[in-house]
T-cell receptor, first 113, second 114 residues
Protein backbone atom coordinates (compact mmCIF):
# COMPACT_ATOMS: atom_id res chain seq x y z
CA UNK A 1 0.00 0.00 0.00
CA UNK A 2 0.85 3.66 -0.16
CA UNK A 3 3.52 4.74 2.28
CA UNK A 4 4.38 8.21 3.48
CA UNK A 5 7.78 8.53 5.12
CA UNK A 6 8.34 11.40 7.54
CA UNK A 7 11.68 12.44 9.00
CA UNK A 8 12.95 13.10 11.54
CA UNK A 9 10.77 11.35 14.08
CA UNK A 10 12.14 13.48 16.89
CA UNK A 11 14.13 16.68 16.90
CA UNK A 12 15.33 19.00 19.63
CA UNK A 13 16.49 22.45 18.64
CA UNK A 14 17.53 25.64 20.31
CA UNK A 15 15.24 28.62 20.38
CA UNK A 16 15.84 30.88 17.38
CA UNK A 17 17.02 28.17 15.02
CA UNK A 18 15.14 26.62 12.12
CA UNK A 19 14.07 23.03 11.69
CA UNK A 20 13.12 21.21 8.52
CA UNK A 21 10.75 18.25 8.45
CA UNK A 22 10.52 16.07 5.36
CA UNK A 23 7.59 14.10 4.07
CA UNK A 24 8.07 11.68 1.18
CA UNK A 25 5.61 9.55 -0.73
CA UNK A 26 7.53 6.34 -1.30
CA UNK A 27 5.58 4.46 -3.92
CA UNK A 28 3.22 6.97 -5.40
CA UNK A 29 3.13 10.54 -6.58
CA UNK A 30 1.49 13.08 -4.33
CA UNK A 31 0.50 16.31 -6.00
CA UNK A 32 -1.04 17.42 -2.74
CA UNK A 33 0.16 16.89 0.79
CA UNK A 34 -1.19 18.17 4.06
CA UNK A 35 0.56 19.33 7.21
CA UNK A 36 -1.03 18.99 10.61
CA UNK A 37 -0.06 20.04 14.10
CA UNK A 38 -1.14 18.18 17.19
CA UNK A 39 -0.92 19.45 20.74
CA UNK A 40 -0.78 16.94 23.62
CA UNK A 41 -4.04 15.08 24.10
CA UNK A 42 -5.72 17.06 21.34
CA UNK A 43 -6.89 16.47 17.82
CA UNK A 44 -5.01 17.24 14.63
CA UNK A 45 -5.17 20.79 13.38
CA UNK A 46 -4.69 21.30 9.67
CA UNK A 47 -1.99 23.88 9.08
CA UNK A 48 -1.66 23.97 5.34
CA UNK A 49 -2.14 22.22 2.06
CA UNK A 50 1.03 21.71 0.09
CA UNK A 51 0.70 21.76 -3.70
CA UNK A 52 3.44 20.49 -5.99
CA UNK A 53 4.93 23.31 -8.01
CA UNK A 54 2.88 26.07 -6.44
CA UNK A 55 2.43 27.95 -3.21
CA UNK A 56 0.98 26.26 -0.21
CA UNK A 57 -2.48 27.14 1.01
CA UNK A 58 -2.45 28.01 4.70
CA UNK A 59 -5.31 27.71 7.12
CA UNK A 60 -6.54 30.78 8.90
CA UNK A 61 -4.31 31.76 11.78
CA UNK A 62 -1.24 29.88 10.59
CA UNK A 63 1.78 32.11 10.04
CA UNK A 64 3.15 31.63 6.56
CA UNK A 65 6.52 33.10 7.40
CA UNK A 66 6.86 30.93 10.47
CA UNK A 67 5.94 27.66 8.81
CA UNK A 68 7.50 27.51 5.37
CA UNK A 69 6.23 24.77 3.10
CA UNK A 70 7.93 23.63 -0.07
CA UNK A 71 6.61 20.98 -2.42
CA UNK A 72 9.25 20.92 -5.12
CA UNK A 73 8.58 17.43 -6.47
CA UNK A 74 5.76 14.93 -6.68
CA UNK A 75 7.27 12.87 -3.89
CA UNK A 76 8.60 15.41 -1.41
CA UNK A 77 7.10 18.13 0.73
CA UNK A 78 8.99 19.93 3.47
CA UNK A 79 7.89 21.99 6.43
CA UNK A 80 10.44 24.39 7.89
CA UNK A 81 9.76 25.91 11.28
CA UNK A 82 11.70 29.15 11.20
CA UNK A 83 13.08 30.95 14.22
CA UNK A 84 11.59 28.31 16.45
CA UNK A 85 10.38 29.15 19.94
CA UNK A 86 9.28 26.91 22.77
CA UNK A 87 5.63 27.48 21.87
CA UNK A 88 6.32 25.81 18.51
CA UNK A 89 7.02 22.57 20.34
CA UNK A 90 4.46 20.10 19.11
CA UNK A 91 3.82 16.95 17.11
CA UNK A 92 3.75 17.59 13.36
CA UNK A 93 2.20 15.09 10.95
CA UNK A 94 2.05 15.07 7.18
CA UNK A 95 -0.47 13.33 4.98
CA UNK A 96 -1.08 12.61 1.33
CA UNK A 97 -4.23 11.81 -0.56
CA UNK A 98 -4.16 8.27 -1.88
CA UNK A 99 -6.83 6.41 -3.85
CA UNK A 100 -9.81 6.21 -1.56
CA UNK A 101 -8.19 7.54 1.58
CA UNK A 102 -5.43 9.58 3.18
CA UNK A 103 -2.09 8.14 4.24
CA UNK A 104 -0.19 9.67 7.12
CA UNK A 105 3.46 9.95 8.03
CA UNK A 106 4.61 8.73 11.41
CA UNK A 107 4.94 12.24 12.78
CA UNK A 108 7.73 14.45 14.08
CA UNK A 109 8.05 15.42 17.73
CA UNK A 110 9.61 18.87 17.83
CA UNK A 111 10.97 20.20 21.09
CA UNK A 112 12.35 23.72 21.19
CA UNK A 113 14.57 24.49 24.18
CA UNK B 1 -19.53 24.59 9.64
CA UNK B 2 -19.47 21.06 8.35
CA UNK B 3 -17.90 18.87 11.02
CA UNK B 4 -18.14 15.78 13.13
CA UNK B 5 -18.83 15.41 16.82
CA UNK B 6 -17.21 12.65 18.80
CA UNK B 7 -19.12 12.20 22.02
CA UNK B 8 -16.88 11.22 24.89
CA UNK B 9 -13.28 12.36 24.87
CA UNK B 10 -12.40 9.36 27.04
CA UNK B 11 -13.92 5.92 26.95
CA UNK B 12 -12.90 3.04 29.20
CA UNK B 13 -13.99 -0.52 28.68
CA UNK B 14 -12.96 -3.80 30.19
CA UNK B 15 -10.95 -6.26 28.18
CA UNK B 16 -13.40 -8.47 26.29
CA UNK B 17 -16.23 -5.96 26.48
CA UNK B 18 -17.96 -4.16 23.65
CA UNK B 19 -16.28 -1.04 22.31
CA UNK B 20 -18.55 1.77 21.10
CA UNK B 21 -17.09 5.07 19.95
CA UNK B 22 -19.55 7.66 18.73
CA UNK B 23 -19.33 9.95 15.74
CA UNK B 24 -22.05 12.20 14.37
CA UNK B 25 -21.69 14.41 11.34
CA UNK B 26 -23.42 17.70 10.76
CA UNK B 27 -24.31 18.12 7.15
CA UNK B 28 -27.38 17.81 4.99
CA UNK B 29 -25.19 16.11 2.43
CA UNK B 30 -23.60 12.91 3.77
CA UNK B 31 -19.85 13.05 3.55
CA UNK B 32 -17.39 10.29 3.07
CA UNK B 33 -16.41 9.19 6.57
CA UNK B 34 -13.19 7.80 7.92
CA UNK B 35 -12.10 6.34 11.23
CA UNK B 36 -8.41 6.59 12.05
CA UNK B 37 -6.46 5.22 15.01
CA UNK B 38 -3.39 6.82 16.53
CA UNK B 39 -1.02 5.04 18.86
CA UNK B 40 1.23 7.14 21.12
CA UNK B 41 3.79 9.23 19.24
CA UNK B 42 2.76 7.81 15.91
CA UNK B 43 0.89 8.90 12.82
CA UNK B 44 -2.63 7.87 11.95
CA UNK B 45 -3.68 4.52 10.57
CA UNK B 46 -6.87 4.03 8.61
CA UNK B 47 -9.30 1.71 10.37
CA UNK B 48 -12.16 1.88 7.90
CA UNK B 49 -14.07 4.19 5.63
CA UNK B 50 -17.51 4.76 4.22
CA UNK B 51 -17.94 6.25 0.78
CA UNK B 52 -20.99 4.79 -0.90
CA UNK B 53 -22.76 1.46 -1.03
CA UNK B 54 -22.99 -0.89 1.91
CA UNK B 55 -23.64 1.03 5.12
CA UNK B 56 -21.98 -1.52 7.39
CA UNK B 57 -18.27 -1.20 6.91
CA UNK B 58 -15.73 -3.64 8.25
CA UNK B 59 -12.21 -2.52 8.98
CA UNK B 60 -8.97 -3.77 10.39
CA UNK B 61 -8.41 -5.22 13.86
CA UNK B 62 -12.01 -6.39 14.16
CA UNK B 63 -13.56 -2.92 14.05
CA UNK B 64 -16.65 -2.02 12.10
CA UNK B 65 -18.90 0.99 11.70
CA UNK B 66 -22.39 1.54 10.39
CA UNK B 67 -23.40 4.60 8.44
CA UNK B 68 -26.89 5.72 9.49
CA UNK B 69 -28.12 8.63 7.45
CA UNK B 70 -31.30 9.02 9.50
CA UNK B 71 -29.18 9.51 12.62
CA UNK B 72 -26.29 11.28 10.88
CA UNK B 73 -24.00 8.84 12.65
CA UNK B 74 -21.04 6.63 11.94
CA UNK B 75 -20.28 4.93 15.25
CA UNK B 76 -17.30 2.63 15.58
CA UNK B 77 -17.72 -0.72 17.31
CA UNK B 78 -15.78 -3.82 18.21
CA UNK B 79 -17.43 -6.81 19.90
CA UNK B 80 -14.56 -7.66 22.22
CA UNK B 81 -11.92 -5.20 23.34
CA UNK B 82 -8.27 -6.17 23.44
CA UNK B 83 -5.51 -4.49 25.40
CA UNK B 84 -3.85 -3.52 22.13
CA UNK B 85 -6.90 -1.42 21.20
CA UNK B 86 -5.87 1.26 23.68
CA UNK B 87 -5.25 4.32 21.52
CA UNK B 88 -6.74 7.57 20.27
CA UNK B 89 -9.50 7.29 17.68
CA UNK B 90 -10.48 9.99 15.25
CA UNK B 91 -13.53 10.32 13.08
CA UNK B 92 -13.06 12.44 9.98
CA UNK B 93 -15.52 13.58 7.30
CA UNK B 94 -14.55 14.31 3.77
CA UNK B 95 -16.85 16.45 1.72
CA UNK B 96 -16.14 15.78 -1.90
CA UNK B 97 -16.84 19.27 -3.12
CA UNK B 98 -13.52 19.65 -4.90
CA UNK B 99 -11.80 20.34 -1.61
CA UNK B 100 -9.31 17.67 -0.66
CA UNK B 101 -8.85 18.79 2.94
CA UNK B 102 -9.43 16.25 5.67
CA UNK B 103 -10.29 17.62 9.08
CA UNK B 104 -10.80 15.66 12.26
CA UNK B 105 -13.13 15.30 15.16
CA UNK B 106 -11.84 15.96 18.64
CA UNK B 107 -10.85 12.36 19.12
CA UNK B 108 -11.71 9.71 21.70
CA UNK B 109 -9.09 8.16 23.91
CA UNK B 110 -9.89 4.49 24.48
CA UNK B 111 -8.57 2.86 27.61
CA UNK B 112 -8.82 -0.87 28.15
CA UNK B 113 -9.17 -2.11 31.71
CA UNK B 114 -7.51 -5.48 32.35
Amino acid sequence: GAVVSQHPSRVICKSGTSVKIECRSLDFQATTMFWYRQFPKQSLMLMATSNEGSKATYEQGVEKDKFLINHASLTLSTLTVTSAHPEDSSFYICSARTPGAYTFGSGTRLTVV
Amino acid sequence: AQSVTQLGSHVSVSEGALVLLRCNYSSSVPPYLFWYVQYPNQGLQLLLKYTTGATLVKGINGFEAEFKKSETSFHLTKPSAHMSDAAEYFCAPHYNFGNEKLTFGTGTRLTIIP
